[in-house]
């Protein structure tokens, strides 16, 4: 199983970038995808996830910003960042639930200048 997260980057405040994380070697039985972030300092958090029923959640500090989406075809999760903020600086970690485990990918790194 693994997970490649791309699309990270160095963007200005109000800017724009999507995510993808391409996931190989797993394709039914996934319950949860979702995004986590970890910013300098600080712990790992949850930024948004999808259920295999499509349903949505999102952390408050992203809640009209940010689109969670996947591709069942493509086995892909897309995490689409408008209006970016500083805050939102760190390295973005995609996940996947299945049978009570958790996967991780490496990582993107997403730079938001002031």
């Known amino acids: 199983v693994q997970l490649q997260a791309s699309g990270g980057g160095l963007v200005k405040t109000g800017e724009s970038l999507r995510l993808s994380c391409l996931v190989s070697?797993?394709?039914?039985?996934?319950?949860?995808r979702a995004w986590f972030r970890q910013a300098p300092g600080k712990e790992r958090e949850l930024v948004a996830s999808i259920l295999a029923s499509g349903s949505t959640t999102y952390a408050d500090s992203v809640k009209g910003r940010f689109t969670i989406s996947r591709d069942i075809a493509k086995n892909t999760v897309y995490l689409q960042m408008n209006s970016l903020k500083p805050e939102d600086t760190g390295i973005y970690y995609c996940n996947v639930i299945k049978e009570g485990r958790y996967y991780w990918g490496q990582g993107t790194l997403v730079t938001v200048s002031s």
């Open positions: 070697g797993m394709r039914a039985g996934i319950v949860r």
